[in-house]
C-alpha cells in the first residue's frame, strides 16, 4: 500500500516543527523549555507503553519492577536536590500537582487565598480554573505593583481574618520571591496550609539561586519539571510533612491519575543529574541573562517593568509594550521574525485585557540552556527593537536564523556517547 497523504502530512508537521522550533527560533516563552539529547534518548523507551498504578512496590499490575525502581531513584534523586523528604511524581502536570493538593486541603465552599491574577497566579489557582473545579472559593491578596509582589502587610491581616484553609504562593508572572516566611507564619497561625507552585522557578530552586519554600516555612511545594527544570513535561511535588504527603499521594491516584505516563521517570531522573552537577551555573546563568536581556531592552527604549527593583531575580522579565501597540501586536511582530513570546497581563492591567494586555513576558532559561551569554542578550534586544520599530522583517529574520544557527547543542549536561553498544539497548 502506498504511504497515505494524512500520514505523510502528519510526518511533515513534525519535521517543519523541529525545524522551526529547535534551529530557527529563539525561544523565549517563560514556560518551556528543552531536554537533554540524553533526556530525550531515554524518554523514548519501553516505559511509555506501560501501566503502574499505585505506589513503587505497591501496584496493582504486574511488570513493574524496573519502573518501581526508576521510580524511587527519581523520587530520592528529587529529595535529594530540592531538598525536601518526601517526593510524589505521579502528577502528570503542574496543574495536577495543584489539584490533588488543593483537593486535600479544602472541600467545596472551604476558601483559599491566591496572588492577584493580574498579577501572575496561574489559572489553576484561580475560580476559573483547578481551584473553580473543585468548588473552592478564590479571594485574591492585594499586591504591591511598586513591589512587584504580594503586599506582605495587607496579607497577613487578610489571613488573620478570613481564616481561608491554604494560602498559595507561586505565579505565571514571577520576577520576585514571594514572602513565604511571613505568610508561613500567619497561615500557621490560623490553621491553614502554605502551598508554594514553584512551576516557573523550580529549576531556580534547585539551582539555589531562588529561595527552597520549605525551608520558609511552606507545608508542601508543587512544581512543573519542564520550565526552569528543563526536564520532560510533567509535574511534581516535594514536602517535609509526612501526613501530608501521605494524604496528598491517597489522592493523585486514584483520583487524579490512573496511569502517570512512566516514560517521564528516567528522563526525569537524568534531568535531576544534570541539575545536580551543572543546576547551580546554570540557573545563575538565566539569572545574569534575564537582567543583561532586561538592561539591554532599556538600553533600547524599552520599558521594562521593575527596574528600579533590578528588574528580576529569576528566568523571567516583563516589558510594557503599550507604546507599540501592546502585547498582542508586539508578540505577532516578533513571531513574524521567529523571535517567540508570550503576551501577559501586566498587574496593573485590568483582567479583561487578557487578549490584548499591555506586556509580553520573557524568559531565559531555553536560550541559556543552549549556551547564549549575556553578549548574545544584546543581540537579541537589538533584534526586538529592531522589529517593534518596523524595520525590514525578512532582514530581521535572516539575522535571528544567523543568530541561532551558532546555538543548536544543549548544555549543562554529560557528554555520553548515546550509539555506543552500552547505551544503545536503551533507545527505541
Ligand atoms: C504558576 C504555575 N503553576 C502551574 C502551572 C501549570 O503547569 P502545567 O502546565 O505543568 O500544568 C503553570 C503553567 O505555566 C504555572 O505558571
Known sequence: MDVPKELEKVIEITREQNKWRRTETINLIASENVMSPLAEAVYMSDFMSRYAEGKPYKRYYQGTKYVDEIETMTMDLINEITPSKYSDLRATSGTIANAAVFRVLANPGDKALITRVQAGAHVSHTKYGTLGALGIEHIEMPFDVDKMNVDVDKAVKMIEEIKPKFVVLGASLFLFPHPTKELADAAHSVNAKLVYDTAHVYGLVVGKVWPNPLEDGADVVTASTHKTFPG????????????????????????????????????????????KYFGRDYASQIVKNAKALATALVERGFKVIAEHLG??????????????????????????????????L???????????????????????????????????????????????????????????????????????????????????
Open 346 to 428: 501586566l498587574p496593573y492591567d485590568l483582567p479583561e485585557a487578557v487578549n490584548d494586555p499591555s506586556g509580553i513576558r520573557i524568559g531565559v532559561q531555553e536560550m541559556t540552556r543552549y549556551g547564549m551569554k549575556e553578549g548574545e542578550m544584546e543581540e537579541i534586544a537589538e533584534l526586538m527593537k529592531q522589529t517593534v520599530e518596523g524595520k525590514n522583517p525578512e532582514e530581521i529574520k535572516r539575522k535571528v536564523l544567523e543568530l541561532r544557527s551558532k546555538f543548536l547543542d544543549v548544555k549543562y549536561t554529560f557528554n555520553v556517547d548515546l550509539k555506543s553498544s552500552k547505551t544503545i539497548p536503551l533507545i527505541i
Open 232 to 275: 520532560p513535561q510533567g509535574g511534581l511535588l516535594v514536602t517535609n510533612d509526612e501526613e501530608l504527603y501521605k494524604q496528598v499521594s491517597r489522592t493523585i491516584f486514584p483520583w487524579f491519575v490512573s496511569n502517570h505516563h512512566l516514560h517521564r521517570l528516567p528522563a526525569t531522573a537524568v534531568t535531576a543529574i544534570e541539575m
Open 311 to 344: 528588574f528580576t531575580k529569576s528566568h523571567q522579565i516583563a516589558v510594557d509594550v503599550k507604546n507599540f501597540g501592546g502585547g498582542a501586536k508586539v508578540a505577532k511582530m516578533l513571531e513574524n521574525v521567529n523571535i517567540i513570546v508570550n503576551k501577559n
